[in-house]
């Protein structure tokens, strides 16, 4: 009991931070590996803020990185690289279009084309649910009883929004497979446990 209360409190804390915390962080150089380690894409900013720069994937053999299998002309401070070293999973950048939700969300890409991409106002149809500081906005729920993150076999990713709505993702063509409204029973961490609602959504 005492694990639950510490993990509740944790998530909250976590949110409420997310939400307080006003200063962007400054773009960094950086490298993500595929899960099985044998593709890699180094991505590397044009300035310290915003999503100008490029990236190049790499196969982990190419130690000296001679040989590029593609790269993108774009800058983003979070990707996933697929086992494939081909698929790629974009998210979206600091929210601060608080009026419009036009920033970006969610992109998936095949070798650095775009197949599918969303922006925050394709996701979340109620706008009053985001939480808002003085520069950006929050429109992912933290608290609720799915959890946003991939699949154990990266075929797909779930997302959650701040008006409870559940998308799963196909991470091959980007499609939605999947959406559902959590009701305010099942929406929360308190609510229901989280086995339980995951079970509904498969």
């Not at 070798?111 to 706008?127: P, T």
Request: charged share 30%; with cysteine.
């Amino acid at each position: 009991m005492r694990k639950v209360v510490f993990f509740i409190v944790f998530v909250l804390i976590t949110c409420s931070m997310t939400v307080l915390a006003d200063k962007e962080r400054v773009n960094d150089r950086y490298t993500v590996t595929s899960p099985n380690g044998k593709f890699l894409i180094e991505l590397i900013p044009a300035n310290n803020f915003g999503e100008a720069g490029k990236g190049f994937a790499f196969a982990k053999e190419d130690s000296h990185r001679l040989d590029t299998l593609w790269k993108i002309d774009w800058f983003a401070k979070k990707v996933f690289l697929a086992d494939d070293g081909a698929h790629l999973i974009r998210f979206g950048p600091w929210a601060s279009d608080k009026n419009r939700l036009t920033d970006k969300a969610i992109g998936f890409y095949k070798k650095g084309k775009v197949l599918k991409q969303y922006l925050v106002k394709d996701l979340v149809k109620d706008a009053k649910s985001i939480s808002a500081s003085v520069s950006h906005y929050t429109w992912e729920s933290c608290d609720s009883a799915i959890v946003s993150g991939l699949s154990k076999d990266f075929k797909s990713y779930t997302l959650v929004t701040t008006d409870r709505i559940v998308y799963i993702f196909n991470t091959s063509t980007g499609k939605i497979t999947k959406k559902k409204i959590l009701s305010a029973g099942d929406g929360r961490i308190m609510g229901r446990k989280k086995t339980a609602v995951a079970k509904e959504l498969q």
